[in-house]
């Protein structure tokens, strides 16, 4: 890793009032993990504070109002000209239809059991074998 500088990006897992986990599948045309399955999120915006940047990646993303409950995992990648760091951060869907950016092709709600078994962007996931453990005990 050496060298290479940090960037900070939020992921939201949205949960709906049945407790279903919100996955977006990545666009054929993404640039990186194109056709798996993501949390909703992105990154800061300069000055912008971290619960704020969340809400706003998922309304950009979905079209949702979401409500910030806690943080819930973290995870990281690296790429060529830098470290991405990723805050994993629990939060609660609003009412309404998931309405997708042109940053994805489909949407799923899917129970927590069945996160590890999605196939989920690399980076995250050994973060769904550990959040979907948690939940079941």
Avoid at 5 to 25: E, I, M, T
Avoid at 72 to 81: M, N, R
Avoid at 87 to 97: C, K, N, Q
């Amino acid at each position: 890793m050496g060298n290479k500088p940090f960037s900070l990006s939020v992921k939201a897992l949205v949960r709906d009032a049945n407790g279903r986990c919100l996955l977006l599948r990545r666009s054929a045309a993404s640039q990186g993990n194109a056709g798996k399955w993501d949390l909703p999120g992105g990154k800061l915006d300069p000055g912008e504070s971290v619960d704020r940047a969340l809400c706003r990646e998922v309304a950009e993303e979905t079209g949702l109002a979401v409500s910030v409950e806690r943080v819930v995992g973290a995870a990281q990648s690296e790429l060529p000209d830098r470290i991405i760091a990723y805050l994993v951060m629990e939060a609660r869907a609003g009412s309404g239809p998931v309405r997708l950016s042109a940053e994805h092709d489909d949407f799923t709600w899917a129970d927590v059991r069945e996160l590890a078994r999605m196939d989920l962007a690399p980076p995250f996931l050994a973060f769904a074998r550990t959040y979907g453990r948690a939940r079941e005990e």
